[in-house]
């Protein structure tokens, strides 16, 4: 593995942060402190800073390319992207178009990762049906796919457009766009981003992360069947950084069990015990502790893996402004020099 | 003796990591989605070694024992009639979110797997493997000592069929705890106190005790 190459990333679903008395400040700050979040994590830094479109009460961001263009004037270095778009229930055309235009502000740092998500608000939001899920990701993926690769466009589909020859703009003549596609579990996704020839990015939210390595190969083999070339794999995991062990998992048991709490209603599986929250911290997705603690494991996780890409996913249930800057700047000035140093001196 | 073979129709999270289970104890395990076995191949090949990929059809045929890991909004589109006279096995829940709200699944007077069983009118189902989420079932089975490992509960009304279904769960790794009739299935159901848990013995009986008062109240 060449440390050199590995790329650290911070994503936000945009959880709205709360004040001091536990109430949400609004959206419009939410929206301005995740600007600066985008900032701080650049100074720091990360690699790659990634929204999550979300529609729901608890997040702020359902525009993430608005934020990430005035972060393109204000940054220099760092990838700007999404994590996810939901392309299913989007506009490909529109959706290429917004692209087109943060990739010109942002000289070529864009980067789009598509996917399902976890939420399912948009298909209703935006008049589609759920049941339509796999055939709007294919058409829609296709025809922006098109759409990216560049050139007159002919599509004939049941929920896009019928284009005949049909240029559209802005074109992307510097660098073309970044295309990523984020997936959870299921293997057929998998073997889709094989199949479009796109890197793969693994959401792992609960359990032993090694359980996805043999979708890794799974992904690589695709690729290899349908003549793409092997793409780099990355996953994302939840966590909470701070000075001290115990600080961030007093942190993590009031910010992070609550939200996955509040899902679990939803979807109708019970509340997380104290001792699923401690095997999560000790052997599975949750990324808790100290600079230190939380380097050693993403070290080991990242080796075992064997991945080129780790995104943390920061600022869970929203959490003060002040916690949710010190993960940002601890993951970015401790954690990643580190990391990358437990890998060197592995090697 | 040999082991049945197994046959998962689904070939979607819990399929995949039920086919790991039934490999890592040893069963001939088949694995089948809605489409042509080509299309799943790679994926059971890799993420299943030793598991082979079939049409639906074919499976049903060769496999001894079915295990339903389809959305539950999908059973219907499997032929009733080619699983005459088999044991199988619900493990399938209802997710909003997959199955719509337009269709009821399950309710007072029939619970999800009364339903299939309704549908399946010629085989024995059992419940089983649906109340332990998929990823905690590949990392807890078979975790600390034998006594210890977590409870996973089954309902049925087949003492012959509820006996080879507590071979199974056992072989995979947990404790098997029969919870009684099928009907008694509803407290496993999604929403319910038990769906989604992973619990040791004990506390497994202490929780079933408390939600079978709760729907005979």
Redesign the interface.
Same mark, same amino acid.
């Given at each position: 593995m060449d440390v050199n190459q590995l790329k650290f990333g911070l994503d936000t679903f945009g959880d709205v942060a709360v004040d001091h008395s536990g109430k949400q400040i609004s959206y419009e700050e939410s929206i301005r402190n995740i600007a600066k979040e985008g900032q701080l994590a650049e100074e720091v830094g990360v690699d790659v800073f990634a929204l999550g479109e979300h529609h729901r009460k608890e997040y702020s961001i359902s525009s993430p390319e608005i934020i990430l263009a005035a972060l393109a004037s204000v940054t220099e270095r760092i990838t700007l992207g999404t994590a996810v778009t939901v392309l299913s229930s989007d506009d490909p055309i529109r959706l290429y178009q917004r692209f087109a235009t943060l990739n010109a502000l942002s000289n070529g740092r864009s980067q789009v990762m598509i996917g399902r998500g976890s939420f399912t608000e948009s298909f209703e939001l935006f008049g589609y049906d759920l049941k339509d899920y796999n055939e709007l990701f294919e058409e829609k993926v296709a025809l922006f796919d098109k759409l990216v690769k560049g050139g007159p466009v002919t599509s004939n589909g049941r929920f896009t457009p019928h284009l005949e020859n049909m240029e559209v703009y802005p074109k992307m003549t510097e660098k073309k766009l970044d295309v990523q596609v984020g997936v959870g579990g299921t293997p057929e996704s998998v073997v889709r981003a094989a199949r479009y020839g796109y890197p793969l990015m693994l959401a792992i939210i609960g359990g032993n992360p090694i359980r996805f390595k043999p979708y890794i190969e799974l992904y690589k083999q695709s690729a290899k069947k349908f003549g793409n070339p092997i793409q780099p794999v990355g996953m994302h995991s939840h966590g909470v950084i701070a000075e001290t062990d115990e600080e961030a998992i007093e942190r993590a048991w009031k910010y992070i069990v609550p939200a996955m709490n509040k899902i679990g209603l939803e979807r109708g599986w019970g509340p997380m015990s104290r001792e699923a929250f401690e095997n999560e911290i000790e052997n599975g997705s949750f990324y808790v502790g100290s600079p230190e603690t939380v380097a050693k494991r993403m070290a080991k996780v990242i080796k075992e893996m064997g991945i080129e890409r780790f995104d943390l996913v920061y600022g869970i249930n929203g959490q003060r402004q002040e916690e949710r800057f010190q993960t940002i700047e601890l993951f970015g000035k401790e954690v990643i020099p580190r990391v990358k140093e437990i890998l060197k001196e592995g090697n | 003796m040999t082991k049945p073979m197994i046959g998962i129709l689904g +070939? !979607?999270?819990l399929g995949?990591s039920l086919g790991q289970l039934a490999r890592q104890a040893d069963y001939p395990v088949g694995i089948a989605a809605s489409g042509p076995a080509e299309k799943?191949e790679?994926?059971v090949e890799?993420?299943v070694p030793g598991a082979k990929a079939y049409t639906s059809e074919e499976l049903i045929q060769i496999a001894d024992i079915i295990i339903l890991a389809v959305p539950l909004s999908k059973y219907q589109q499997i032929d009733s009639l080619l699983l005459q006279d088999k044991l199988v096995i619900d493990a399938m829940? *209802?997710?909003w %979110?997959?199955d !719509?709200t337009d269709q009821v699944f399950s309710d007072k007077e029939l619970s999800s797997s009364e339903r299939v069983q309704q549908y399946f009118e010629k085989s024995i189902v059992v419940k089983a493997f649906n109340h332990i989420? *998929?990823? =905690?079932l590949? =990392?807890h089975a078979k975790q600390g000592t034998k006594e210890n490992r977590k409870a996973l509960l089954i309902a049925g009304d087949d003492k012959k069929s509820i006996d080879q279904v507590e071979k199974i769960v056992d072989d995979f790794g947990f404790i098997p705890l029969n919870i009684g009739q099928l009907k008694n299935g509803v407290i496993l %159901?999604? !929403?319910?106190?038990?769906?989604? +848990?992973s619990l040791g013995l004990e506390e497994s009986k202490e929780m079933v005790k408390r939600s079978l008062e709760e729907i005979r109240k």
């Open positions: - | +070939a !979607g999270k995949i799943i790679l994926t890799i993420l829940n *209802y997710w %979110e997959v !719509g989420g *998929y990823h =905690d590949v =990392d %159901e999604t !929403g319910r106190p038990l769906f989604g +848990a």
